[in-house]
């Protein structure tokens, strides 16, 4: 009678949702997939399985290939509302240290709203996030006004931002530092320069790249699915696909406020406690916003969450 297969822990380096690839304690790789009765456990979830993820599985003997049988706790995640009409939410990466959210100023403009729906997520999950600028070669003098004005209302509320051109003298040691022996995620939209960096990092990695749509002016679609690299100097980097829209997910109403670090801070001295800083008598956060304390953008990406009734994709 042949000995059942043995189960073995692995990290998942590679997920294209029905296929993934495990990293293994010994440095292995196996190529694998998930078994059916752990599909059917996250049905509102696109992904049950993440990059990043820790997963027990056994291997087939004869073929080699991994069949994975568990999900171990998540030390943390960060998720996203599928689309637009959607009520799943995808799981973009989990067991991570740090987010590291690739921005630009132009070709293509990262929306500030964009930003802070991906902060809001990162501080729901307990994830630092870091805001990274790119393609500084490219801008005018309003264009750097711009994003000095981004880094400054970054900067006063407590995140830490960085700007460079990865193709013009771009120096990779600050970011070094920052990575280094950590697991890091790199997200942002189509067309920010995210796989570019990774090769600059890590220049065997080789990551297809593409220059932006002329027409549109938006970034294209070279990276489809979500996988973790070893960087040389001690640590991990997940690349994502570009990301167009950003929907928060499971978060009430009264509990938006929580992850605007500016906004909650402020929300102590409101009148009433139930307070959501839109219309409500002696609200403290709206006084703030009229002398200057609350940055406007951010208000507004606070009200855009606050008030849209299934907190829309865009």
């Given at each position: 009678?042949?000995?059942?297969?043995?189960?073995?822990?692995?990290?998942?380096?590679?997920?294209?949702?029905?296929?993934?690839?495990?990293?293994?304690?010994?440095?292995?790789?196996?190529?694998?997939?998930?078994?059916?009765?752990?599909?059917?456990?996250?049905?509102?979830?696109?992904?049950?399985?993440?990059?990043?993820?820790?997963?027990?599985?056994?291997?087939?003997?004869?073929?080699?290939?991994?069949?994975?049988?568990?999900?171990?706790?998540?030390?943390?995640?960060?998720?996203?509302?599928?689309?637009?009409?959607?009520?799943?939410?995808?799981?973009?990466?989990?067991?991570?240290?740090?987010?590291?959210?690739?921005?630009?100023?132009?070709?293509?403009?990262?929306?500030?709203?964009?930003?802070?729906?991906?902060?809001?997520?990162?501080?729901?999950?307990?994830?630092?996030?870091?805001?990274?600028?790119?393609?500084?070669?490219?801008?005018?003098?309003?264009?750097?006004?711009?994003?000095?004005?981004?880094e400054s209302m970054y900067r006063n509320i407590g995140y830490r931002t960085m700007?460079?051109?990865?193709?013009?003298?771009?120096?990779?040691?600050?970011?070094?530092?920052?990575?280094?022996?950590?697991?890091?995620?790199?997200?942002?939209?189509?067309?920010?320069?995210?796989?570019?960096?990774?090769?600059?990092?890590?220049?065997?990695?080789?990551?297809?790249?593409?220059?932006?749509?002329?027409?549109?002016?938006?970034?294209?679609?070279?990276?489809?699915?979500?996988?973790?690299?070893?960087?040389?100097?001690?640590?991990?980097?997940i690349d994502t696909p570009g990301i167009r829209g950003f929907g928060v997910v499971?978060?009430?109403?009264?509990?938006?406020?929580?992850?605007?670090?500016?906004?909650?801070?402020?929300?102590?001295?409101?009148?009433?406690?139930?307070?959501?800083?839109?219309?409500?008598?002696?609200?403290?956060?709206?006084?703030?916003?009229?002398?200057?304390?609350?940055?406007?953008?951010?208000?507004?990406?606070?009200?855009?969450?606050?008030?849209?009734?299934?907190?829309?994709?865009?």
């Amino acid at each position: 009678m042949p000995k059942p297969n043995s189960l073995e822990k692995g990290t998942v380096i590679k997920s294209t949702g029905s296929r993934y690839k495990i990293l293994t304690g010994g440095g292995n790789v196996v190529e694998s997939c998930i078994r059916g009765k752990l599909r059917m456990n996250e049905t509102r979830k696109t992904n049950p399985i993440a990059v990043g993820d820790e997963v027990l599985f056994e291997t087939d003997r004869k073929t080699g290939a991994g069949i994975i049988t568990a999900l171990l706790d998540r030390r943390n995640y960060i998720l996203r509302k599928s689309s637009n009409l959607s009520r799943h939410s995808q799981v973009i990466a989990a067991n991570i240290d740090q987010a590291l959210l690739m921005i630009t100023v132009k070709m293509p403009e990262t929306p500030v709203e964009f930003i802070d729906r991906f902060l809001v997520s990162a501080e729901a999950y307990r994830i630092p996030a870091i805001i990274l600028i790119n393609k500084t070669d490219l801008y005018q003098p309003d264009d750097l006004e711009k994003m000095y004005s981004l880094e400054s209302m970054y900067r006063n509320i407590g995140y830490r931002t960085m700007h460079f051109s990865i193709t013009a003298g771009f120096d990779p040691q600050p970011l070094v530092e920052l990575m280094k022996n950590k697991v890091s995620l790199i997200s942002g939209n189509s067309g920010t320069g995210k796989s570019s960096l990774l090769n600059t990092l890590n220049p065997q990695l080789r990551i297809r790249t593409e220059k932006i749509s002329d027409y549109h002016l938006q970034g294209k679609h070279i990276t489809t699915y979500p996988e973790m690299y070893p960087m040389p100097f001690g640590g991990f980097a997940i690349d994502t696909p570009g990301i167009r829209g950003f929907g928060v997910v499971d978060m009430e109403r009264n509990e938006i406020s929580h992850f605007f670090p500016e906004i909650f801070k402020t929300s102590k001295n409101c009148r009433f406690g139930s307070c959501l800083h839109i219309d409500e008598p002696g609200c403290a956060v709206k006084e703030a916003l009229a002398c200057g304390a609350i940055n406007p953008l951010r208000y507004r990406s606070y009200l855009n969450i606050v008030e849209a009734d299934d907190r829309k994709y865009r």
